[in-house]
């Protein structure tokens, strides 16, 4: 049996592992263990699991396990920090994560042909979108420079590598075209990816202009900036342009391929598409859509038993539907926990995990238990808008809307388009209207909160917070009207179902928000 993945094919016949038409060097039994994971990369391996299939349960010391497992990843171009191919779960054990192909052998064909007539063509990309970051043109003349050029594209592959929706190429492939005359498509093939990141850096005095560019497999761009700063802290400022470089990637990557997916029929996506086209369909908040999204997201499972990434967002979606009071609280929750649980177990160092079990917590009174599981994705990937934003709701529902407000202004910096957040601009307002409520700054939420609902029309958390931010301010008829708005959309609301999907823990929070609905003349 051959399997292909990546740019390497593992021969079980001829027990040999080659990188396109060249075979890497590998011990038998780090032969053995990679392909052990390979042929069981549908689950977790344990690492008894592994000594028995490999060492047939022989005693082996926890450093030549190590030495093993590196070897196995240093052998197919990996490494331990960024884990693209084998992935370590804490305390549980190892899985494959990358995309494999099966092949049997075919008669009278070498394996280096099968390398290069399976991986060369763009169809055979990985499912999920891949990128390659290159080493950054230093156009400044001075050869001192090469090192903030080459540090720039570095950290950026390093942090891109933290979310974990992308297959990132890992430095030293990428840096292998340094200094190279560039075809994009060629290298596109080459590396087996849909995207590359390029990019120059130019040195003037104290001021550096630092330009980025996302391009598509084909040779078109996606996405183009540009960056200018004072180097009074040289890698100060890396640290902010790598920042706002993958904030900013990471929304337009969703974007670009949902397009993709937009010229597939349904019923012939793969996992990954599944979830690109639920991504889209969450962000119009529309209940309609939210449904549709659920319908992907198991799909996406069904095909794909062990991808994290859609159990987290199948666990989002459900606890959306308690946020605009679509679903009960009682039976909602422990759907949308078991989805977040069962994404944590799959990838503990998935941040979409620890949102989604955040955003359970918070909607079960738990605010503070579901800060620290933001915290822990902010961690993971501080660049994740989504989960500041959600960090700033779990800090309204505990009562601090002037540290709330910070949180949003913090994630509007980091991503200004962020495809769940700023990128439904509803969804930032709302957050500064609900944190003007608990800062009894009435008048400027009735602000925000109109402008959420022109921004996002179907935001039913919007409405609730123009209703009270009204009705509090003293505007008891343009309360009155937004209380009408609110129930074509909801037609049974009442007192009642309100208190239902309140989850401030003070109570003077849960009392004004009830005397806001009552004075706008809520039964």
Not at 183 to 206: C, H, M, N, P, T
Not at 237 to 266: C, F, M, N
Request: charged share 25%.
């Amino acid at each position: 049996m051959l399997y292909l993945f990546a740019d390497h094919v593992l021969d079980t016949e001829r027990r040999e592992l080659r990188r396109r038409t060249k075979v890497v060097a590998i011990e038998p039994q780090v032969f053995d263990l990679l392909a052990y994971l390979i042929e069981n990369r549908e689950r977790v391996v344990s690492k008894d699991d592994l000594i028995g299939a490999v060492w047939n349960g022989r005693v082996i010391s926890e450093s030549a396990f190590s030495s093993r497992i590196n070897s196995a990843r240093s052998a197919i171009g990996d490494d331990g920090e960024h884990q693209q191919l084998i992935r370590t779960f804490p305390r549980k054990g190892f899985r494959f994560v990358g995309v494999v192909r099966e092949l049997a052998n075919p008669a009278g064909q070498e394996p280096s042909e099968v390398a290069v007539n399976q991986l060369s063509p763009l169809s055979a990309l990985p499912d999920k979108p891949s990128i390659a970051v290159l080493s950054f043109t230093n156009m400044s003349g001075d050869p001192e420079q090469d090192y903030f050029a080459d540090g720039m594209a570095e950290d950026i592959t390093t942090a891109l590598s933290k979310v974990r929706w992308f297959l990132v190429v890992s430095r030293n492939s990428s840096f292998a075209y340094r200094g190279k005359p560039i075809d994009i498509k060629e290298l596109a093939r080459e590396l087996g990816v849909r995207y590359v990141l390029e990019g120059s850096v130019r040195k003037a005095g104290s001021r550096a202009r630092v330009t980025a560019q996302l391009i598509d497999a084909s040779g078109h761009h996606v996405w183009a900036e540009r960056y200018d700063r004072d180097l009074a802290d040289i890698f100060a400022v890396q640290d902010e342009i790598t920042d706002q470089v993958v904030a900013a990637l990471e929304p337009k990557l969703y974007a670009a391929e949902g397009i993709r997916t937009k010229r597939k029929p349904p019923e012939s996506f793969d996992a990954w598409e599944c979830v690109v086209r639920a991504l889209a369909l969450l962000n119009s908040r529309a209940r309609v859509d939210v449904e549709a999204a659920r319908e992907f997201l198991w799909k996406a499972i069904t095909l794909d038993p062990g991808y994290a990434q859609a159990y987290s967002l199948l666990s989002f979606a459900t606890t959306l539907g308690v946020h605009m009071g679509w679903e009960p609280r009682e039976s909602a929750l422990p759907l949308a926990s078991d989805a977040a649980q069962k994404a944590l177990f799959l990838d503990t160092d998935d941040p979409w995990a620890h949102v989604a079990l955040g955003y359970v917590l918070a909607w079960s009174a738990r605010a503070g238990d579901a800060i620290g599981e933001y915290q822990k994705a902010l961690a993971i990937n501080p660049n994740f808008a989504i989960a500041h934003w959600l960090l700033a709701l779990a800090l309204c529902y505990l009562g601090k809307g002037e540290e709330a407000l910070a949180h949003g202004e913090q994630a509007e910096r980091l991503s200004p388009r962020d495809l769940l957040a700023r990128g439904n601009a509803g969804v930032s307002n709302n957050v500064r209207a609900i944190a003007c409520f608990i800062a009894g700054r009435y008048r400027e939420g009735v602000s925000f909160a109109r402008k959420a609902i022109i921004e996002s029309p179907n935001l039913i958390p919007a409405y609730r917070a123009l209703v009270v931010n009204c009705a509090l301010a003293g505007d008891i008829d343009e309360a009155k009207l937004a209380l009408q708005a609110l129930q074509r959309i909801v037609p049974d609301l009442s007192l009642k179902s309100i208190h239902g999907v309140m989850p401030y823990v003070r109570d003077d929070d849960r009392n004004r928000y009830l005397e806001g609905f009552r004075l706008a003349g809520l039964r």
